[in-house]
């Protein structure tokens, strides 16, 4: 790849367009004219207030949000969302459902818990997380202020193949590692939002696509920068907003709508993670981690027959020009984090060494 640049197989923050980072690169010191970079100038300057503008439109267009959803930018991560979803929204009946696929969702749950009365509408934890649930396992609660879920487990490499019909209960889900990776459609959902590490921008920045009517609704002791209500008055603005990754997410919805929107992009992704399975599942030295129905398009997780194979593997394909393929902690294995901006040459690069691998180990 050009300028030495590895394949990047790491679960967030991830790679991103190399015309984004070139692009990046070119106005680095000197921003489109104007005499200093995008890091150094004014969060109350015309230059930057053009920049989240046209972020929040571009996004809008990515992703066909309806107008009477608000596109707010946030700080504090995904995680920080766990903890605003309920000063936010679990506020007129105190209680909300959530439904456990992993590790995300599981301290989403936790700490909710804080804030009102948590209901697990289903869990698949006795199964290691292997899949998610159906909609007839839902025991969901027609008084829940919300249906928390998170569509994309990283970790665990499952992903919601349906979208689960919660009646009139709003439907918030951590899109985190999916965001904008297939068309969606946003009026399903009474809330999404995402670190933007992973599909998005550099770290720094959550994404959070509210309806309107969800707004004004908050405890009393939510803090000032925990409340949507007042992001959403101030433009995203209440205080000094992460310029540069919006500014970087700017670039990325250029790019995203220069090769032709999520049609393409989805199109892309259902090719590259085909690739993969399909080596998986005709390979009977590798394991793939997920039940076939439940599988994500963007984290692949998968075993060798051991755990001294799997080490190995790590180290090799690291020594091949391919990086972070170990597995998060909680699952052991392997792990390839196929993102927006990782190349289709990629993946044949990582399944090439797989079947190299297979052979020499078998
Ligand atoms: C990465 C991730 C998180 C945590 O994001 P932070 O921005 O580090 O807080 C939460 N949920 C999902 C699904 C993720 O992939």
Redesign the pocket.
């Known amino acids: 790849m050009a300028y030495d640049r590895i394949y990047n197989f790491s679960?967030?923050p991830s790679m991103l367009p190399l015309e984004v980072l070139e692009s990046a690169r070119d106005n680095l010191l000197n921003f489109e004219g104007c005499g200093m970079s995008v890091m150094e100038m004014s969060h109350r300057s015309k230059v930057f207030d053009n920049i989240i503008v046209q972020a929040e439109a571009q996004m809008r267009k990515v992703m066909n949000i309806p107008d009477n959803y608000k596109v707010l930018f946030m700080q504090?991560?995904?995680?920080?969302?766990?903890a605003m979803i309920p000063m936010n929204l679990m506020t007129k009946n105190g209680k909300a459902d959530y439904v456990l696929t992993?590790n995300?969702?599981s301290?989403?749950a936790e700490e909710a818990a804080k804030y009102g009365k948590v209901n697990i509408a289903a869990s698949t934890k006795d199964e290691k997380f292997c899949r998610i649930p159906q909609q007839n396992e839902l025991k969901l609660d027609p008084e829940a202020d919300y249906v928390h879920i998170?569509?994309?487990?990283?970790?665990y490499g499952s992903c919601w193949n349906y979208i689960p019909d919660t009646g009139d209960v709003p439907l918030v889900a951590?899109?985190?590692?999916?965001i904008m990776s297939r068309p969606i459609d946003v009026s399903k959902f009474g809330m999404i939002y995402?670190?933007?590490?992973?599909n998005v921008a550099p770290?720094g920045l959550?994404i959070v696509i509210i309806r309107e009517d969800l707004l004004g609704n908050h405890l009393p002791f939510t803090p000032a920068l925990c409340d949507y209500t007042l992001a959403a008055k101030n433009g995203s603005m209440y205080n000094t907003p992460p310029c540069w990754s919006i500014y970087i997410c700017k670039l990325v919805m250029d790019w995203l709508l220069s090769i032709g929107g999520l049609e393409v992009m989805e199109q892309r992704n259902l090719e590259k993670a085909k690739l993969l399975y399909d080596y998986l599942d005709s390979s009977d030295f590798y394991t793939a981690g997920i039940s076939p129905e439940s599988r994500s398009i963007m984290n692949v997780r998968f075993n060798t027959p051991n755990e001294d194979l799997d080490a190995k593997f790590v180290k090799e394909s690291a020594a091949d020009g391919m990086s972070n393929l170990k597995a998060h902690r909680s699952t052991g294995g392997l792990r390839a984090s196929i993102y927006n901006c990782m190349p289709y040459e990629g993946v044949e690069h990582l399944v090439e060494f797989m079947k190299k691998f297979e052979a020499e180990n078998k």
């Open positions: 679960a967030g504090g991560g995904a995680s920080l969302q766990f992993g995300f969702s301290k989403a998170c569509f994309n487990n990283t970790i951590d899109m985190s590692s999916c995402a670190g933007a590490q992973k770290a959550t």
